[in-house]
């Protein structure tokens, strides 16, 4: 595919504070942008990252028809730590696939998965530059849809924007792999049933935010959420899907709860237990059976997963004022160890036998 390209003349990349990236900060050169009218879609260009405009009466701005993807690029480095020249892009399909299951939940028009990924590698590869070279950093790719209609009224849009924005990110948690507190949330509802739960809807994020804005100024991290009818089941993270390792069990919460996001990173580190003969288990889990767990000590682990942390553990839970306290408040090795397993294929230090990686020449 051969993308029109428009170079930037002015570059951001000495406006980075590369000491202190810290995660969706900072933007690259370009951006990929392309149009949906008529019942197709155009060509697609690779554009100077810029304001765009837009009218006041845009669907999207009333009607939230927008969803989005995140997904990572990196550097792959020799055996001594030197950059070889090539890059990866973890698990693209998946990210592709997805946004497009999202987009029919939300009336949005199917893009090709190959057309995708192959924008995300030219604008990888025009923006090379500002992919970290810290182990642990990487270009996060925000690849989004969104409604360009123009028109009030409860209705589809009959034009779309399909972008893709680049961003050099550092953890997504200011202190890395340092266990977070969570809050279980009683009051609050993220998503239901037949809602847009397990869709990467923008609107499920608006949802969340009252809630998470409430159990940070509580001094949490984030909220885990429970299910919207009940509030007796666990849901997910507001960021990421979550796991327990209960007497050496690695469970998480079906998919088939029909409001749970089916994370990319979920579903690799799920594999890689597999792959390493732990008992892994997809069901729907009461918290009730999680306090029980903890009282007696079978709560060995708790983390979370995701494409901006990988994985992320909790070091406490506090449900109705009630704190528990997991390992001690520290990273687990099961949690380390599946942080490690992720980061070291993605940076290709170790095999890929599954063919996770789009590996391409820069």
């Given at each position: 595919m051969n993308f029109k390209i428009t170079k930037n003349a002015n570059t951001r990349y000495n406006a980075i504070d590369w000491n202190n990236l810290r995660f969706g900060v900072?933007?690259?050169?370009?951006?990929?942008?392309?149009?949906?009218?008529?019942?197709?879609?155009?060509?697609?260009?690779?554009?100077?990252?810029?304001?765009?405009?837009?009218?006041?009466?845009?669907?999207?701005?009333?009607?939230?028809?927008?969803?989005?993807?995140?997904?990572?690029?990196?550097?792959?480095?020799?055996?001594?730590?030197?950059?070889?020249?090539?890059?990866?892009?973890?698990?693209?399909?998946?990210?592709?696939?997805?946004?497009?299951?999202?987009?029919?939940?939300?009336?949005?028009?199917?893009?090709?998965?190959?057309?995708?990924?192959e924008a995300m590698k030219e604008l990888v590869k025009i923006d090379q530059k500002f992919i970290p070279q810290k182990r642990g950093q990487s270009l996060y790719l925000r690849p989004f849809i969104m409604g360009s209609g123009n028109f009030l009224g409860v209705q589809a849009s009959p034009e779309y924007l399909f972008m893709i924005i680049a961003s050099p990110v550092a953890s997504y948690y200011a202190n890395g792999l340092e266990p977070i507190k969570i809050l279980v949330e009683d009051k609050y509802v993220r998503a239901v049933r037949g809602g847009l739960g397990f869709t990467k809807a923008a609107a499920n994020y608006a949802a969340s935010l009252y809630g998470g804005t409430k159990a940070k100024e509580k001094g949490f991290s984030q909220v885990l959420w429970l299910d919207g009818i009940e509030f007796k089941y666990v849901d997910e993270v507001g960021a990421m899907n979550i796991m327990f390792l209960i007497?050496?069990?690695?469970?998480?919460?079906?998919?088939?709860?029909?409001?749970?996001?089916?994370?990319?990173?979920?579903?690799?580190?799920?594999?890689?237990?597999?792959?390493?003969n732990i008992k892994v288990t997809e069901?729907?889990?009461?918290?009730?059976?999680?306090?029980?767990?903890?009282?007696?000590?079978?709560?060995?682990?708790?983390?979370?997963?995701g494409t901006a942390a990988i994985i992320s553990p909790v070091g406490q839970l506090t449900y109705k004022d009630k704190d528990m306290v997991i390992n001690d408040g520290k990273i687990g090795t099961l949690s380390q160890k599946l942080f490690d397993t992720i980061l070291d294929i993605q940076y290709s230090d170790i095999p890929d036998p599954k063919g996770w990686n789009e590996h391409f020449k820069l």
């Open positions: 900072y933007f690259s050169d370009h951006f990929f942008i392309s149009k949906y009218k008529d019942g197709k879609w155009d060509d697609g260009e690779i554009i100077p990252y810029s304001p765009l405009p837009f009218e006041p009466a845009l669907c999207t701005f009333h009607y939230a028809q927008s969803c989005f993807e995140g997904l990572k690029a990196f550097n792959c480095m020799d055996a001594s730590g030197n950059i070889t020249g090539n890059a990866n892009i973890f698990r693209p399909k998946k990210n592709a696939e997805r946004l497009n299951m999202s987009g029919e939940r939300l009336c949005i028009p199917h893009i090709d998965v190959d057309f995708q990924i007497n050496d069990e690695l469970i998480t919460p079906t998919l088939e709860q029909g409001s749970i996001l089916p994370g990319i990173t979920r579903m690799s580190i799920l594999e890689i237990a597999k792959d390493m069901r729907r889990i009461e918290f009730q059976e999680i306090i029980d767990a903890h009282k007696t000590g079978k709560l060995q682990e708790c983390f979370g997963t």
